[in-house]
């Protein structure tokens, strides 16, 4: 009996693809192979000839490897960016931001922790969503064939936004504020921005990256589960 | 039988028309498509799969691991929104290319 998962593996072993998408194109193409031998087992040709009948169906697996590489890579990449990175990363900053909004209505105040002469906010509510919101951006990357870095990345888009904005916001204060006649002091433009980093972007994104971690893992585990050759 | 430039040609027409019935993995829809064609269409395991990526990479189709009847898990494919709207203007553009065909067939015979 011929073991089809290994014969795929051996033969298509160069297949330029992520782990878990060349596995499951092996545990594809195997099982496709298995159920043609059977079929033609069925209609009663002796093993050997149902065996090299299965085989018939490929004539040269290089050829076959590069047309499934060529295959999967074909999708247009700027159309494959927008769904697995912008449209998830967008919409975790769009609803955290909502529900940020919304928890200030609400008027429910941030706690505050004092560190080195400076108090950092927590919005303790706002932190709980992110895990789920990072786990969203995360799960929708991955739906969208997102790799896992990919994912992750979305998942903690809304952090890397405010890095982002961070990162511009200070050189920009830095020049403006001169024109304008005001002196500039450098300890305190560097303390705003520790304290600032830390209560905006390290927490959220370690609780955004948390939830999105989690999602992945999941993820996998799942496809793993369903693909039995996926080891 | 007919050429296989033809028949590249119709491959993505027939792949969303028989899914069009239903998901199908694919030896079922390699299978169904040749019975459903007379033998005309007949898809090998490597014409077959770099086909699917393709159409699954443009957003036309999408597979999910599914479990057979039997206790198999095979990867069943299914027409998305993108997949249903290309396969109405495909089948247009194929009947007026074998219509002309024909046309022209029966006045250079006739």
Redesign the interface.
């Known amino acids: 009996m011929v073991d089809w998962q290994k014969l795929v593996r051996q033969r298509l072993s160069n297949l330029a693809l992520e782990g878990a998408e060349k596995d499951?194109?092996h545990?594809?193409?195997a099982?496709?192979?298995e159920?043609?031998y059977e079929?033609f087992c069925r209609e009663g040709l002796p093993e050997k000839e149902a065996v090299h009948r299965t085989f018939?169906?490929?004539?040269?697996w290089r050829?076959?490897q590069r047309?499934?590489f060529?295959?999967?890579?074909?999708?247009h990449p700027m159309q494959?960016r927008v769904h697995q990175l912008w449209i998830p990363g967008f919409l975790t900053m769009a609803l955290s931001i909502v529900f940020l909004v919304t928890l200030q209505k609400l008027k429910i105040k941030a706690r505050m922790v004092s560190w080195r002469d400076s108090d950092i906010f927590f919005f303790a509510p706002w932190l709980v969503s992110l895990p789920f919101l990072g786990a969203l951006g995360a799960y929708i990357s991955s739906r969208a064939g997102g790799s896992r870095g990919t994912a992750l990345l979305a998942s903690i888009f809304p952090a890397l936004a405010l890095t982002l904005t961070f990162l511009l916001m200070f050189p920009i204060d830095m020049i403006i504020e001169p024109i304008i006649g005001r002196q500039v002091d450098f300890s305190i433009v560097a303390t705003v921005l520790l304290r600032d980093g830390i209560g905006w972007i390290l927490v959220p994104g370690a609780a955004l990256l948390s939830g999105g971690s989690l999602v992945h893992l999941w993820l996998s585990q799942r496809?793993r589960s369903?693909?039995?050759a996926i080891s | 039988m007919i050429g296989s430039g033809i028949k590249r040609g119709t491959a993505e027409l027939a792949i969303l028309s028989v899914l069009e019935e239903g998901p199908l993995?694919?030896?079922e829809m390699a299978?169904r498509i040749e019975a459903q064609t007379k033998g005309a269409l007949r898809f090998?395991?490597?014409a077959?799969?770099?086909?699917?990526?393709?159409m699954e990479?443009?957003?036309w189709i999408r597979g999910s691991?599914e479990t057979s009847s039997n206790g198999?898990?095979?990867?069943c494919y299914r027409l998305t929104p993108a997949g249903k709207k290309k396969l109405s203007p495909l089948r247009k553009e194929w009947a007026e290319l074998f219509g002309a065909l024909k046309r022209l067939t029966k006045v250079a015979h006739g």
């Open positions: 499951e194109v545990a594809e193409l099982a496709h192979l159920e043609s079929a018939e169906q490929v004539a040269d050829d076959l047309r499934i060529i295959a999967k890579r074909s999708g494959k496809s369903q693909n039995p | 993995h694919g030896y299978r090998t395991l490597a077959l799969y770099p086909m699917l990526y393709r990479q443009r957003g691991w198999r898990r095979r990867r």
